[in-house]
């Protein structure tokens, strides 16, 4: 999309909002609540903290917005965002590869073992992936007592990389009962909706899940008829 084209889209998303809501989403903008701001293609995704860490999304294609949060409107979070994006640039996924590729080995290495030794958590991701481990910490994944929390959002997604990069389809099956197990329990739930169709959406693409796979996936979801949650 073309800069002009791209900012007009954003002007116009402003109007979607009533002066309260803005105000709210103001607020939201500068005290730094907007996270995780990234571009894909026709598509802008990001998250906001507010009650819990609620998960955006804008289709650059026709400027349809959503949120994971319990809103039936264009909520504070989403207005944090677009007044986020018209001072800011996404973070282009598209740039990611290209910049990796133009690195040596050796500075690839310097620069993880930074990131890792500032953050520890994320040393599992380079440990050998162990699926006895995997399914563990699959039947330990339940909802926290008080809210959804950022640290519940990064088990599931350290489970499903490494899924990802066992390749393994029982696994995947594992999870998703799980998040339907979950959903059940709190079919109110916003975040665990977003949790389950973005899990599904990653599935529809895995080579690794068969035909057969998938359709005994798509017999435990067949309780939820959405056409998200078809493989």
């Keep these: 999309m073309k800069i002009e084209k791209y900012s007009a889209l954003i002007k116009k998303l402003e109007q979607e909002f009533d002066s309260t809501i803005w105000q709210r989403g103001k607020d939201y903008y500068h005290e730094g609540l907007v996270r995780n701001v990234v571009k894909e293609k026709n598509q802008i995704t990001a998250q906001c903290k507010g009650n819990s860490l609620y998960h955006l999304k804008i289709k650059l294609s026709n400027g349809e917005m959503s949120c994971s949060c319990p809103c039936d409107f264009t909520c504070k979070h989403l207005a944090a965002l677009v007044m986020w994006l018209e001072k800011n640039k996404p ?8 910049q990796l590729s133009s690195l040596s080995k050796q500075e690839l ?3 993880l073992k930074i990131i890792l030794e500032r953050n520890p958590d994320q040393r599992n991701y380079f440990s050998n992936c162990n699926p006895d481990e995997v399914h563990k910490l699959i039947k330990k994944l339940w909802i926290p007592r008080e809210e959804y929390t950022d640290s519940f959002f990064n088990q599931i997604n350290y489970i499903k990389e490494q899924i990802w990069l066992l390749q393994n389809p029982e696994l995947a099956a594992a999870l998703l009962r799980r998040l339907i197990d979950m959903r059940d329990h709190d079919p109110e739930s916003p975040e665990l909706d977003h949790e389950l169709c973005t899990f599904l959406e990653s599935a529809k693409k895995a080579k690794f899940i068969t035909l057969t796979r998938k359709r005994q996936m798509n017999a435990l979801i067949e309780d939820y008829p959405f056409d998200d949650y078809q493989l």
Excluded: F, H, N
């Design 109 to 111: 290495i310097i620069r």
């Design 91 to 98: 973070y282009e996924s598209a740039q990611l590869e290209s």
